[in-house]
C-alpha cells in the first residue's frame, strides 16, 4: 500500500502527466483516477492482518504534500504558495 501511495505522490509532486492523473492547465489542481490505481492491484495487509485502507493513507499523504479536496471525489488543489 504504501509504496502505490509514495509511487503516486512522487508523480503528483513532479507534475507529470500519467494516465492515473488528470490534471487541471495550471497543474494546481489534479484529479485521481483511483481505479486506475487501486482495483489493479492486489488488496494489501495492515499489521494485523485486516485488509489496509487506501483512502486512508492516500489521503493522509495527499494533505501532508499540501494538496486538499476540491469538490468532486478523487480531486484535489494546491494553493500557489505550495507550488514548486
Known amino acids: ?28 489542481t489534479v484529479r485521481v483516477l483511483y481505479s486506475k490505481l487501486v482495483l489493479a492491484r492486489n488488496a494489501t495487509r495492515d499489521v494485523q492482518g485486516h485488509r489496509a485502507r487506501f483512502a486512508d493513507a492516500w489521503l493522509a499523504a495527499m494533505a501532508e504534500h499540501g494538496w486538499r479536496p476540491a469538490g468532486s471525489p478523487g480531486e484535489f488543489t494546491r494553493s500557489a504558495h505550495h507550488a514548486n
Request: proline share 7%.
Open 1 to 28: 500500500m504504501e509504496s502505490v501511495v509514495t509511487e503516486i505522490m512522487r508523480v503528483i509532486d513532479s507534475r507529470a502527466d500519467d494516465p492515473r492523473l488528470q490534471w487541471s492547465p495550471d497543474r494546481m
